[in-house]
């Protein structure tokens, strides 16, 4: 079940120059699925990623910021499914530098240069052998056109691959941007989404790339929220293979890193909302929107409070316009000041409660209404100044009880 | 459905001095069902209450604020069910005074002796017309013996009515304590549960009575959750009627101070605990134990996320041994500078993870077998000092989906 999300046709995916991607069976957790991907990246590029700020963060976000740390190139991605590598300590360390080790014998590369991505159960030791009995089929598997059966490798719980690539025209020269990511449970991600990755022929100096991807994913992944779990594996990277035409960009100041961020955003914020429309169980895909307040943090604490809350998440479930819940969230928000005479509630264009009362003028039959559609806004006016944030988010449906209490079994 | 708590023997139930209580079936949301209770106080008690920390409170929170501040002698309760009177704006607080004013001229006191309470749906407007109308009735039927009628009276949502009573000796004087409670959703109380009231004779100011009552409030109905939703009508009120044989009690410290308090202590944790064991489609009371930790506000950090995670609220409901989300939720819960190689978890007495791994011994079994049991307790041993905390809790199952998706209808 997804909210108005299907794959995306395989042909409408722009190879990245510069950048292959191939997937294989390893059998590591089920037999018989993708679950072992890699992506390898020519020599020149430009790679900047994003991580959990889960203090007990996975064996594979370690190594990869140690070895993004190092200063060495990358060259490759490693990414398995069935297991998060996740909670297992000094072991798990140990296994995911092998992994890597292992890639890079193949490929002739020092580790430094291989990245290491896990997504699946927590706290069970990596089955390193079968990773490592898997690759070269992935290496040989590797082909620019492979987006679509690469976003199809890196799922778990999710029901639909999710892939989206756009074009741009920056400095004069043609310019792609593809991305594919994962993701549908533990999902209120914290600098990135479970697993995401773009790549762009686009030509940025690194430490340029650097700071566009954090401004990239606060912008998108940083925006969403299933089941206010943060993940211990979330990582989010990006590629610039420095192909394209255009001179470098060398600041995030001027025209052309523009177009550049807003091409990576959009992509970006549609993986985003398609894990939310993928979100575990999800029936209706939400938007929140908190505006006319003090500073843009009380605004996102405000729309998550509303995005977490288990009572209004069952009320969009069922459909049903038992909007005092939103307005119990508003108050439970955490902020100490908060006025609720001076707080006005909208459903998409139905103006439900007025300084804090239901208004005169609601129906409860618009409420009914709106509650119905697949896709719903929310709007909060907090009174109090003019600072604006937005969430998405997905209803808690049995399906979510379902899926979690089954996942393992 | 709810963990290990039956209805208790009304014949156990103490009658307090000085206090009666009166039911009736008032129609004011469903009919055939008691809705209206009034709790009738002696000249000469003491009454203190807690409320509600929720910036939206509901208008009989604003004024059961206001009546308690007057400095009149608090002399009744009213407590409707079925509309919470909140989010109702003007109207609302001007139909709880009218409410609070109608029994007064019944009782022949003034309105601000009167405290109000009210439960139920959100953002409808109460229907004041008939909670008039069946107060007659429910003053009529006030008696000392009414504590199990008046239990089931306040019920919504639980399933079981929630009343527990005690006898100690104070002073050389044999003192009683009495309460009830309601709550089964939108439960994660912020100095207070939905609604709990507890009555003693004991002799005691009513500046003692005060602090008192926070201190309860704080080891009692502060430290559970069901779904993490603070209500907007909290209300914990704890009445003192002064009738026993002991000397007036008159400041916190002091045995007979101390043995009150562990009286009043014992009895709001029984009734916050009947609370989880009958939160919404609850299957498991989990117990969540935080320790070594450098404050107990940390502590209860680690506690809560824990408590209020999807995803370790659904794998204790399945009885699967995912335990790896626990410390996902340890990871999530804030503390900046938090170690993971110095964290151990254990469930009951298995010793699930060492310094952040999985332990050595652990078998998967003996999670399991711990897990099928109605009632657990999860500890966490952070490894950073000497504070501690617990929390109470229950899983997320299928029924809470279907009880939120259908409350209303």
């Given at each position: ?200 022929d686009a030509r940025v ?59 990576l955003t959009g992509i ?142």
């Amino acid at each position: 079940m997804s909210v108005n999300l299907s794959a995306s046709d395989p042909a409408s995916l722009h190879p990245i120059a510069g950048v292959r991607l191939g997937a294989t069976e390893a059998a590591i957790r089920k037999a018989a699925r993708k679950d072992l991907t890699v992506v390898l990246i020519d020599e020149g590029a430009s790679v900047a990623g994003v991580f959990t700020q889960n203090r007990f963060c996975a064996a594979p976000v370690q190594v990869c910021r140690e070895h993004l740390a190092s200063g060495q190139e990358i060259r490759a991605l490693l990414v398995n499914t069935g297991n998060a590598n996740a909670g297992t300590g000094d072991d798990g360390l140990a296994r995911a530098r092998a992994s890597c080790a292992t890639l890079a014998r193949q490929l002739s590369l020092s580790p430094e240069q291989v990245l290491p991505f896990s997504t699946g159960v927590i706290m069970e030791p990596l089955p390193l052998e079968r990773i490592e009995a898997g690759l070269s089929a992935a290496v040989a598997d590797a082909q620019g056109g492979h987006w679509a059966r690469a976003a199809e490798a890196i799922m778990t719980t999710d029901t639909v691959p999710k892939a989206f690539s756009t074009q741009v025209v920056i400095g004069g020269a043609r310019v792609s941007v593809s991305g594919i990511a994962k993701g549908a449970g533990m999902i209120r991600p914290n600098m990135a989404t479970m697993l995401g990755f773009i790549a762009t022929d686009a030509r940025v100096e690194p430490a340029v790339l650097k700071e566009m991807v954090t401004v990239v994913a606060e912008a998108s992944f940083n925006r969403i929220t299933v089941d206010g779990d943060t993940s211990t594996n979330d990582s989010f990277v990006v590629i610039a293979s420095n192909r394209a035409g255009h001179a470098p960009i060398t600041s995030l100041d001027g025209a052309d890193a523009r177009a550049l961020q807003a091409a990576l955003t959009g992509i970006a914020q549609k993986l985003a909302q398609a894990i939310v429309r993928d979100g575990e169980g999800a029936t209706k895909f939400i938007t929140i929107q908190v505006q006319q307040g003090k500073t843009t943090e009380e605004c996102r604490q405000v729309a998550y409070a509303i995005a977490h809350s288990p009572l209004v998440k069952t009320a969009f479930f069922a459909s049903d316009p038992n909007l005092g819940r939103i307005l119990a969230a508003v108050g439970y928000a955490g902020i100490a000041d908060l006025d609720q005479t001076k707080i006005d509630l909208y459903l998409d264009d139905v103006h439900v409660a007025t300084r804090g009362g239901r208004d005169p003028a609601y129906r409860e039959d618009d409420g009914q209404r709106v509650m119905k559609q697949s896709e719903i806004t929310v709007r909060v006016a907090l009174g109090r100044g003019s600072a604006a944030d937005t969430v998405w988010t997905c209803d808690l449906s049995h399906d979510y009880v379902s899926i979690n209490a089954d996942y393992r079994s």
